[in-house]
């Protein structure tokens, strides 16, 4: 697989258009027909030797034709296949319908499926051009190989899941592995799609990338070679200052916690030193616990003021365990004002809930420099417009709230997605569900406020910050805290 393809993420529209400019260019589709359902029956044989017969399931569309393709190749290798179609198979189209005559077996309707012990259900029903909830009759079949445990090889998609969002369109199989065809689809990553896709295997039926590339979004999946570039330079020069200076709000005295939590991985990510600027009356419960972080009172925006007078801090995180809204919305007028840089998460987010965009306003225009980190419910109350839009997918969600509020968007959960305002979007695909625990998110807000520090550009200091995120969850294993995920954090592997 060409390395760039690995990472890129097409739309079922994207697709389309990249299948039309292959056929332009001279490439036949039958032939990408034939390599895909070859390469779905190499999967099959190779994943369920013990099968003791190969259910395919046939649509009306093209996913259909490589299911075809695919019962022909497990027929060619003495498998034993029983192939039901929905719909008429004589009313199939171009290649699909190539496909269908060069099967010589017999073909059931759908409904007269009968699952079977021993059988693998191949499902061939939809994949890209599912435009509409499955209809009756598939989604009484999905039952029913859900309630025989069958085994499910999907081809391209699980019949259900849209593509474009990865939502379930009525019902939708469960597969032990889905084999796609030159990229992965947004519905391979985003919930609830990249859990009924099983394991995804890539496979290259021979799209030239440069037509790939061409027809190609912004979006991929959020691995290291997308930021790599964007790493801060280590020199033997460097100082703490030049590893810059992050600053993180600690919240009042009984809520002093997920401040240190941010500051303490904002260090071990790499920022040269890191400051806790704490109310006076928390300064006692912030001391008893910091060592190689500083601390600084601030008691308000007049202390704040003196502080920004040092140029030297350039970085801030707010929000975490902050819990005054109106001092939140102070300091932030004051660090966007003197043009610094910020990350602003949990309690900085809902302060500007009754005015959203005051806070774009605050930092529109130029390099951008805000970092935003909101879960679903502090989305929902800056952008209560773009959470309630079922229509849009959670990347296009995250793509538009990057684009009105200047900012790079975590938009954080189990498919985190993280956004810029010129439209890059990444999936986040490495994260263990164990990262779900208190002050996980506090941490991710100082990693972020290290690499914002350190002088990275917004949206590439916010999805390394993301994947380091997942990367320390992994290497801290189940079961883990908040603090171990801090104690787990690595440097960069800046090869590759
Ligand atoms: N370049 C590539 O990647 C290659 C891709 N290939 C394969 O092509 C697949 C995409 O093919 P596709 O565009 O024909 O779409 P597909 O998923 O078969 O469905 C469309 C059909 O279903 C129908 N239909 C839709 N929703 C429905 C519903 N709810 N209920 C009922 N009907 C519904 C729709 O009807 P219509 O909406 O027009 O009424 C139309 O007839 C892709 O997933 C991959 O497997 C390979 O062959 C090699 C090259
Ligand atoms: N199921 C999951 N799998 C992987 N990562 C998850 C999952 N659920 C949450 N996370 C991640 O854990 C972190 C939780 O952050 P947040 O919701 O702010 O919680 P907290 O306020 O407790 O720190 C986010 O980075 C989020 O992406
Ligand atoms: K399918």
């Not at 616990?289 to 030297?312: I, Q, S, Y």
């Not at 910020?342 to 987010?349: F, H, K, M, R, S």
């Not at 774009?360 to 417009?385: I, K, M, N, S």
Request: proline share 6%.
């Amino acid at each position: 697989m060409h390395k760039d393809l690995d990472t890129l993420i097409i739309t079922p529209e994207e697709m389309g258009r990249i299948d039309r400019a292959a056929a332009a260019s001279g490439l036949s589709g039958y032939g990408l027909m034939e390599r895909a359902g070859q390469a779905v029956a190499a999967a099959a044989l190779r994943r369920f030797p013990g099968a003791l017969r190969f259910a395919v399931l046939c649509g009306p569309g093209n996913n259909g034709g490589d299911g075809y393709v695919a019962a022909r190749a497990l027929q060619e290798a003495g498998a034993a296949v029983a192939v039901h179609a929905l719909g008429d198979p004589g009313s199939l189209k171009g290649d699909a319908a190539t496909a269908f005559k060069a099967f010589d077996g017999t073909v059931a309707p759908l409904a007269a499926y009968g699952p079977r012990p021993g059988d693998v259900v191949i499902d061939a029903l939809f994949g890209a051009g599912l435009s509409r909830d499955l209809p009756e009759e598939a989604v009484r079949i999905i039952e029913a190989v859900r309630d025989s445990v069958l085994p499910v090889l999907a081809v391209d998609l699980p019949s259900g899941i849209d593509g474009r969002t990865g939502a379930v369109r009525g019902d939708a199989f469960a597969a032990a592995a889905t084999v796609t065809f030159m990229c992965r689809k947004p519905g391979h990553l985003l919930l609830p799609g990249r859990t009924l896709c099983g394991e995804v295997e890539v496979f290259d039926i021979g799209i030239p990338a440069r037509i790939l590339a061409g027809h190609a979004g912004h979006m991929r999946v959020n691995t290291p070679a997308v930021w790599r570039i964007a790493l801060p330079v280590e020199t033997g020069a460097t100082h703490k200052y030049v590893r810059g200076h992050l600053a993180v709000f600690s919240g009042p005295a009984t809520a002093t916690g997920a401040a240190r939590l941010s500051a303490s991985a904002g260090l071990r990510a790499g920022a040269g030193l890191v400051t806790v600027l704490s109310p006076p009356e928390a300064l006692a419960a912030n001391a008893a616990h910091l060592t190689a972080v500083m601390l600084k009172p601030v008691g308000g925006p007049d202390d704040l003021a003196v502080l920004l007078d040092d140029e030297r801090l350039k970085t801030f995180v707010l929000g975490p365990g902050f819990g005054d809204f109106g001092k939140a919305r102070t300091y932030v007028r004051e660090i966007a004002g003197r043009g610094r840089r910020l990350v602003l998460d949990a309690d900085g987010i809902s302060a500007f809930r009754d005015e959203p965009d005051a806070l774009f306003r605050l930092f529109a225009g130029g390099e951008p420099r805000l970092v935003l980190t909101p879960h679903d419910g502090e989305f929902a109350r800056l952008f209560p417009d773009l959470a309630e839009d079922a229509g849009l997918s959670k990347i296009e969600r995250a793509q538009k709230a990057a684009a009105r509020s200047h900012a790079a968007v975590i938009l954080k959960g189990a498919d985190t997605v993280i956004a810029a305002p010129d439209g890059r979007a990444l999936v986040n695909a490495n994260a263990p569900p164990w990262l779900a625990t208190a002050g996980s998110g506090d941490v991710l807000a100082g990693i972020a406020g290290a690499h914002l520090a350190q002088g990275m550009p917004a949206f590439e200091a916010a999805a390394s910050a993301v994947w380091r995120h997942g990367e320390a969850g992994r290497a801290a294993g189940e079961g883990m805290t908040a603090e171990d995920l801090v104690g787990a954090l690595r440097g960069f592997d800046r090869t590759g």
